[in-house]
């Protein structure tokens, strides 16, 4: 069914012949206006007419890790609707356990001409991968924007939740409700961001005075790795702990269960990321939230300028995280805290949503 013209220009806040002009590409509209029923036809989820589809300014590549993290379909959605606003078409590589490699990736997009590639959670968070590969585009001037780890030696854009700085809300909001041994989980310490959560956590612990000796106990990345590490840990007498993804986090609640344990009564966890649907699990996810939005609109920005020749600033762009306060943290057993501070708790698990 075509659009409905009276539905437009309600929407638009214009008369039905204004949006008869703009759909069959007559002159006699102003920039503004033409915008505004132009938007209003996609908000209404109508197709542009041909004739009215922005052309393609070119490919970019958007190289990332298999969907199975909630977190990177939402990077990947986020990143190709900025790039569509601004005439870019996605070319989305995933990478899976044996299944096509970065470098395979780069050579494929290569071939297909891309104005720029974006890397997120790339072989450049690994430290001991080499990244000869980025240098190596970097000296064929093919704009690159690299998210979610860091390698002094490139000389490239970088975009980064700050993990240093999760890694210490997590701690702290653990410790505002009396636990005091906490525990540490994540995927394996050569990435950059893990190494960075692993350093607030210590940090903070030391700042309370608290000892996180024999307390963090890395394993995969996902359900199963969460659960596995959150066996081990709470073998250790451990009330709570921090888990480097949401993913993560729900296979340490399902470990705390089968060993008797309610959540949050008798063990606290914390995810990180905020994605997708964490909200309505049982019970609902205290997490500290990766700020996606913010970051993929930042990474294309940064790509889209030195696609259009724009001089692009070579450093990290660290984008700050928030504490998600929900159902799956409580005061630790046999513990009192301050009446504040229970009041401020549950202040921010009223926020958290």
């Known amino acids: 069914m075509g659009p409905r013209l009276a539905d437009i220009a309600r929407y638009a806040g214009v008369s039905e012949a204004t949006v008869s002009r703009v759909l069959n590409d ?36 958007m190289v990332i890790p298999e969907l199975g993290n909630p977190v990177f379909p939402m990077f990947a959605q986020a990143a190709e609707g900025a790039l569509a606003q601004r005439g870019f078409t996605p070319v989305l590589c995933t990478q899976a356990p044996g ?12 071939e297909r001409n ?82 960075r959560r692993i350093e607030g956590y210590r ?52 470990a705390a269960r089968q060993r008797g344990l309610r959540v949050p009564r008798d063990f606290s966890v914390v995810g990180y990321d905020d994605s997708q649907l964490i909200a309505f699990t049982d019970p609902p996810l205290t997490t500290v939230r990766q700020p996606v939005n913010a970051m993929a609109l930042a990474a294309v920005r940064a790509l889209c300028d030195e696609i259009s020749g724009h001089t692009v600033s070579r450093t990290e762009y660290v984008f700050d995280p928030e504490l998600i306060v929900r159902g799956s943290t409580a005061v630790a057993p046999g513990r009192l805290v301050p009446e504040a501070t229970a009041v401020a708790v549950q202040g921010k698990a009223a926020a958290g949503g």
């Open 26 to 61: 007559k002159a006699g509209v102003g920039g503004d206006t033409r915008k505004a029923v132009l938007t209003a036809l996609d908000v209404l989820g109508y197709e542009r007419p041909a004739r009215l589809r922005q052309r393609s300014a070119g490919l970019v590549g």
């Open 114 to 195: 891309v104005s720029g590639i974006l890397f997120v959670s790339g072989r450049h968070a690994d430290t001991t991968a080499p990244h000869d590969r980025y240098r190596t585009l970097i000296s064929r001037r093919l704009p690159i924007v690299l998210v979610n780890g860091f390698a002094d030696a490139v000389d490239a854009a970088f975009i980064s939740c700050d993990d240093h700085e999760a890694g210490r809300l997590a701690v702290d909001h653990l410790v505002a409700l009396g636990h005091t041994r906490i525990g540490f989980t994540s995927g394996p310490e050569r990435y950059v961001p893990v190494r």
């Open 203 to 254: 940090e903070a612990l030391a700042r309370h005075g608290l000892d996180g000796e024999n307390l963090v106990e890395l394993s995969l990345f996902g359900v199963e790795g969460g659960h596995a590490a959150a066996c081990t840990l709470i073998e250790r007498g451990v009330t709570a702990m921090v888990c480097g993804s949401d993913m993560m986090a729900l296979g340490a609640v399902r």
């Open 99 to 110: 299944g096509i490699t970065e470098d395979e990736y780069v050579e494929l997009l290569l």
